[in-house]
């Protein structure tokens, strides 16, 4: 089952394998219930109409979305690199703890085709492709689409602590092009693929999966669940394990295509 979330004459509606869903239908509904639950719900909300207008990021404006950091040997190597600190990301790849930290609340999100952006004041900015879980109220992760956790790599590095401007700002959260529903077990061998394009040509392409995760998707949401509760579901993005050259930076005008799975969210930078 495939969910997705569409502009229409009606507003944002949202649809189950290409077909709307009835217009009281809620992100956050759905994610009170348990797993099990889903699929006799949804097809009781189906109307039998197509889905047809334009896609928009599939989450609720007071959902929040979190993030996970060096959870792929990649990330903690390059993470390593651009700091002047680099040990403490040694320390969190091998620590019981996880990296856990909020990205952005729900209107905040960039979905497909819309534009992500690059902060001014950094001078190193990057996209990050990330599986991005989808998890109810039970604790229970019953989805998932793609993401980028656009990040600015010289902001970080300058110091650990600037960690919020680096990774929290204006554009520098897109998710899509749905959700996929599945539980933890579809999801241990997924390909996350980064592409980026610059004046029509590839300038980067680089390739994981979630084999190469240092940590399991459910003992990210163990720990962000301890003390927190998420009455109508969160968004964790569980970290990137592709990462472009030193050398490279984002600019305006580029083209980041995150593949995740099957599902491909593109988006320019503006």
Known sequence: MYL????????SQWALDGELLIPAF????????PFEAYGATLQAMTTG???EGPRLAPIEAMQEVWASGVTYLRSRDARQ?????????AHVYLAERPELFMKAVGWRVRGPEDAIRVRPDSSWSVPEPEVTLVINCHQEIVGYCAGNDVSSRSIEGANPLYLPQA????GSCALGPGIQLAGPDEMRQLSVKLEIARGG???FSGETSTEQMKRAFEEL?????RELAFPEGVFLMTGT???PPDEFTLSVGDVVRVTVGELVLENGVG
Do not use: C
């Open 49 to 51: 109409e197509p889905a």
């Open 167 to 170: 990774k929290v700002y204006t």
């Open 221 to 225: 949401v163990d720990h962000l669940y």
């Open 81 to 89: 690199a651009e700091s002047g600190t680099g040990d403490i990301y």
């Open 201 to 203: 040509e590839q300038i």
């Open 241 to 243: 394990g592709v990462v």
């Open 26 to 33: 809620d992100l956050g509904l759905l994610l009170e219930l």
């Open 4 to 11: 997705t979330r569409h502009e229409t004459q009606n507003g």
